[in-house]
């Protein structure tokens, strides 16, 4: 279990209005505005440079290239994108975790006898009581 779980409490309409609100203000603040900005400042652009115009949804998706990119290249200290191999277990590592296989289909087995021999009794028990009510039912 996480430490520090923060939970929100949604309480009533009124709530859920609150909650709306505040995704779509969330929303129109650092999506819908700077996408806007995005799309007016292309058009400006393009009014000296013979490119195309470009309408919302294309600033939608210049703005978010422009994040994203903003986003990969400012983290110095860890990698979002990073190519590398795995590091390989010791020896230790590896009986380690053989072991912890090897004792978890142990149990799982346990576990799946137990249950099917408690299907069988209350199968075999259910087919008793049926028997009793047939032949109360004859006599």
């Not at 609100?21 to 969330?26: D, Q, V």
Request: with cysteine.
């Amino acid at each position: 279990m996480r430490r520090r779980t923060r939970i929100i409490q949604i309480s009533g309409l009124r709530g859920i209005l609150m909650m709306l609100f505040m995704a779509s203000c969330l929303a129109a603040g650092f999506i819908l505005f700077p996408a806007a900005v995005a799309m007016h400042l292309w058009n400006w652009a393009a009014s000296f440079a013979p490119i195309p115009l470009i309408n919302i949804y294309q600033g939608l998706m210049l703005w978010a290239i422009v994040a994203i990119s903003g986003f990969i290249i400012n983290d110095k200290k860890k990698f979002l994108v990073a190519f590398k191999t795995p590091d390989r277990l010791t020896d230790e590592e590896m009986k380690k975790v053989l072991e912890r296989v090897k004792i978890h289909s142990q149990t799982r087995q346990a576990l799946n006898s137990m249950i099917l021999n408690s299907a069988k009794s209350l199968e075999e028990k259910d087919k008793a009581e049926d028997t009793k009510e047939n032949k109360k039912e004859n006599v």
